[in-house]
């Protein structure tokens, strides 16, 4: 199973040249690849050469004979375009077709482990290190073609794939040809910045993946089959999964069941193994649990509950002194938001098909960390990481929540139990409630004093159940102070698109408008004067022209409102809304968004543009309608008709324009940043059309109407 150089290498069809990058680094950090050029079609050769070097094959981006040319990273291809964006910096680079270019991606056994596909830093992390990587090997394959065409390096042209000198056009070289005599080069060779390399231009390439998409031709990890693979699958706890305990059961009603292969308790749950995915729910369905009930009544309110838990983990930012400013405030204005819990809820839910043998195990499971999922498969089986190969598969969507999943470990487990292959799939209501983990409800206290003039002075701002992400970078306010909260519920925290962005950004941006209406300033002009960084000036401008901001015709129950969010490595975006709000039926419609953004170099604005929308429809649903429902026992969110997310008759019209002001020339990444202000300023649009603050989310029929009515 484990693919070894000599494998490798065969692969690849007769390679003269490979180009050895070490594209491992932390997306954090600078690029600073190497390159090392491996002389001679000998197998044995290049592969002692490799090992002697201490290279590690899966960092190779190769160059075949017939100059095709293959990738490989760690990442995954989410829908998010990442394989597209990748695709076009190769092809640029190197001016390639794209039938040239091939990418492996998040196989464990023949891709770098550089790092988790989260946080929207694949196309900075990746994408901006391959064209790094790709202009260096350029530039050498010309020092060598210089060497063998006996031409002044500077007379030389690259073209297509090819070198050639203008006064002596017959002769051409290929890429593939020029690999005995290409130097090794180190880590300094290769530091650069944007102004060194030739300017990377979006030429609004098409989805690669698009065809296989529409027709339906694309494999995810649910369509895996290996033969006549088994199904499997876990008892579902009966109560919230921190807070109960199987104490015993009777599994003689399930042992019946047709089609039935394994039964078995495994800790505190029971595995059932079967022929089929209906015969395995069908034997846990038949099983009788008795479970540890929890010792508390079953009522539940979010707030009182993590307000009465909270204790003080420490605090996050303190600079000023806090009091006095607040005391020399003209207004001081204090209010306390609280956000719902909520859950990714992507279209495919956990699946992963996993071979295990007494030596090794392979799964193949849509995740957004194959690293971390042979990881933990190691650590489930008592194997060595070596001996687990994780091939990861497309998601059928992600969003944060598929990056540490156990799907793949519980796969194993399964296979390992039958000794053959199986296949675990988690029901609706397995996914919604298994793990019990969700996007934490968060109960924030925030205070800010401001002069008559509108300059804010001093906020202090108190996360109960919440990180705080967010706060930096936004505003700038000469004494805060920010404190973080911890509650112990008994409930898990989700990784979910935007963290705890989301949270902090409602209730900031609701807050700040708050603001703006108590010292009579609009609320886009009090944003300006205080806005800490400068890219964000010309970001609010843009919003409001967009949106037609202030609008001198208003209708009874429309809105606009702003929402500004600073993100990750220097992403920012503004985003703007106009609602309607219809008070008999407490029907709140978003009648428009429009969003400008800075992320630096924009790779792909097809695929980047298709991101932007998402989550800024991933907002619309987060403010409007998205909440998973439970009290202090149990989880009461088990189907899509208890979780309301956006259809497409809730999407607006979106408008969105990309500007490169700050650090121009580089990637920074545009998944998440544009969900935290759509939250906001929806919110905001409302709050104009009503006159009505909504402190809790989501913003429900009921919950508007009742707001109106009172």
């Known amino acids: 199973m484990t693919l070894t150089r000599r494998r490798f290498l065969s692969g690849l069809g007769g390679t003269s040249l490979v180009f050895v990058f070490d594209l491992s680094c932390a997306p954090e950090k600078a690029p600073e690849p190497t390159l090392l050029a491996l002389d001679g079609d000998d197998e044995a050769a290049l592969i002692d050469a490799a090992i002697e070097a201490k290279v590690d094959y899966r960092g190779w981006l190769a160059i075949a004979r017939d100059g095709a040319v293959t990738a490989h990273t760690g990442r995954m291809e989410l829908g998010q375009g990442l394989k597209t964006v990748l695709s076009n910096v190769i092809c640029q680079a190197l001016e390639l077709p794209g039938e040239r270019v091939h990418l492996v991606m998040g196989d464990t056994d023949l891709c770098p482990d550089d790092g988790p596909t989260t946080g929207s830093n694949a196309t900075r992390g990746v994408g901006w290190r391959y064209w790094v990587a790709c202009h260096a090997a350029r530039n050498h394959l010309l020092d060598e073609a210089a060497r063998r065409l006996r031409s002044a390096r500077e007379e030389l042209v690259y073209e297509a794939g090819e070198i050639y000198d203008p006064s002596r056009p017959g002769r051409r070289l290929g890429i593939g040809e020029l690999g005995p005599g290409v130097r090794e080069l180190s880590a300094g060779d290769l530091e650069t910045t944007a102004g060194d390399l030739p300017p990377y231009v979006d030429r609004g390439t098409p989805s690669v993946e698009a065809e296989a998409i529409v027709t339906g031709t694309k494999s995810y990890a649910g369509d895996l089959r290996a033969g006549d693979c088994l199904y499997g699958g876990f008892l579902l706890p009966e109560y919230h999964a921190q807070r109960t305990e199987l104490l015993e059961i009777d599994l003689a009603p399930a042992e019946n069941v047709p089609g039935l292969v394994k039964l078995e308790r495994i800790g505190g749950t029971v595995a059932a193994i079967g022929r089929t995915y209906t015969s395995v729910q069908k034997a846990l369905a038949a099983a009788r649990p008795i479970w540890k009930q929890p010792p508390y009544p079953p009522e539940f309110d979010n707030e009182q509950e993590i307000r009465k ?151 202090t701002i108190d996360f109960h159940q919440g990180r705080g992400k967010g706060t930096r970078k936004l505003y700038d306010i000469p004494a805060v102070r920010y404190r973080s909260y911890r509650a112990q519920i008994g409930i898990g925290n989700a990784i979910m698109r ?7 950004i409602f209730a900031l941006e609701s807050h700040t408008d708050m603001v703006a209406r108590a010292v009579g300033i609009d609320p886009v002009e009090l944003r300006r004067r205080n806005v800490l960084n400068p890219p964000f000036l010309p970001l609010l401008d843009r919003c409001a022209e967009m949106l037609g901001y202030p609008s001198s015709e208003r209708s009874p129950g429309h809105g606009q409102g702003f929402g500004i969010c600073y993100h990750g490595v220097h992403q920012y975006g503004v985003v703007g809304a106009v609602v309607e709000v219809d008070r008999k039926s407490g029907t709140i419609g978003v009648v428009r968004l429009c969003g400008a953004f ?113």
Not at 676 to 684: E, R, S
Not at 701 to 706: F, G, L
């Open 498 to 504: 935007g963290t705890s962005y989301t949270q902090t």
């Open 598 to 710: 800075d992320i630096g170099q924009v790779m792909n604005r097809n695929t980047a543009s298709m991101g932007v929308r998402g989550a800024m429809i991933w907002g619309l649903g987060y403010a409007l309608l998205e909440e998973a429902r439970f009290d202090a026992h149990r989880s009461h969110t088990a189907a899509f008709e208890d979780y309301r997310v956006p259809r497409f008759s809730d999407v607006p019209e979106i408008e969105l324009a990309f500007l490169d002001n700050h650090r121009p020339g580089v990637p920074r990444g545009c998944g998440e940043v544009p969900v935290p202000p759509t939250i906001a300023a929806i919110c905001n649009a409302v709050y104009d059309a009503t006159g009505v603050r909504f402190y809790t989310l989501p913003m429900t029929p009921a919950r508007v109407r009742a707001a109106l009515e009172s």
């Open 309 to 459: 838990r909270s204790k003080l983990v420490g605090v996050l930012r303190e600079r000023g002194d806090v009091e006095r400013a607040l005391a020399a405030s003209d207004h001081v204005i204090s209010e306390s938001y609280v956000t719902q819990y909520a859950t990714p809820a992507p279209i495919e839910t956990h699946t992963a098909l996993a071979d295990v043998t007494a030596r090794s195990a392979t799964a193949w499971v849509g995740t957004q960390s194959p690293f971390l999922a042979r990881e933990r498969v190691a650590r489930a089986l008592a194997l060595p990481d070596e001996r687990v190969r994780i091939v990861g598969m497309p998601p059928g969507g992600g969003f944060g929540e598929k990056a540490g999943h156990n799907v793949a470990d519980r796969a194993a487990v399964l296979s390992s139990l039958a000794g053959e292959p199986v296949k675990y799939v988690q029901s609706r209501k397995e996914h919604f409630q298994a793990a019990c983990k969700y996007k934490h409800s968060v109960v924030i206290d925030i205070t800010t004093g401001v002069s008559a003039d509108g300059e804010i002075r001093a906020r």
